[in-house]
Each structure stands twice: as C-alpha cells, then as structure tokens.
C-alpha cells in the first residue's frame, strides 16, 4: 500500500512510502538534500517498518527539533496506526 505524507518543518516536501505489511517497500521523498534523502530511503528499503522507527526517530537537523529521517519516522508511526 502506498501512502503520501507531507512532512513539517524540514526541506523536504513529500514522502511516498509504499509498504507491505510491516515491511519497508520503497521511500520516494521529494525535495530536501538529495544525496542524503537517496541514502535514507535506499537504507530503509526491505527494512521492518518498527526498526526504521527506532533507528531514525529523534534525529535532528540543526536544532529543528526534527530531520527528514525523523519525519520519515513520525510518517511510519502514521501508518502503523492507520493498520492496527
């Protein structure tokens, strides 16, 4: 299932997050630094939705208080809820 999720106060614009059951299928994320928004969503690709949480939950980018992987994170919380 593909799911849209426009993360807040970061650069990046849009994360599409396609999902199969608890398992990572692919992150697009559009706008932010691309090199590491590439590197994120390759990294969490094929992983287990809860281990990508632990991992990338509470990152921040220079005193934002949140990151892409943080949002990503929160977006992930998002989906848990809305298929428990």
Known sequence: MVYNYQPRG?????MTI???GDTIKSVEITGGCEGNTKGV?????GMKIDDAIKKLRGIDCR??????????AIALEEIKEKNS
């Open 41 to 45: 969503s390759i990294l969490v690709a």
């Open 18 to 20: 396609d999902v199969e």
């Open 10 to 14: 970061v650069c990046s614009r849009l």
């Open 63 to 72: 005193g934002r208080g949140t990151s892409c992987p943080d949002q990503l």
